[in-house]
């Protein structure tokens, strides 16, 4: 079954910052439902115009949609693949992690 898409409001809160992942430097910017929970994030990297760019900016896309949809963060975080150590192996993975690193306590981030 299909839960409805969550409306966004037309202004939320918005937080951004920048991280590295794999020698290369990305934006990440999340934007909040007013109670707190993360609606959207939104990732670009410094290579505009780059496949890696694209895939960055299709994640995030991916990402925003499910948050909408009802998926949790951590759900999303969770599944996504890591390396042996366990650190993200992945764009997305990086971000994500970086989203949870960034939280307050009791925060709506993860």
Do not use: W
């Amino acid at each position: 079954m299909l839960t409805a898409r969550e409306r966004l409001p037309n202004r939320r809160v918005c937080e951004s910052f920048e991280f590295r992942h794999a020698g290369l430097d990305f934006t990440l910017a999340a934007g909040f439902y007013p109670d707190g929970r993360i609606a959207e994030i939104f990732l670009s990297s410094h290579k505009p115009g780059s496949p890696i760019e694209a895939i960055a900016r299709d994640a995030a896309v991916t990402v925003s949609i499910a948050l909408q949809f009802g998926v949790p963060i951590e759900t999303i975080r969770s599944a996504l693949t890591k390396d042996h150590d366990g650190s993200p192996a992945t764009l997305l993975g990086a971000a994500l992690d970086a989203i949870a690193e960034r939280a307050p306590c009791g925060s709506s981030f993860a």
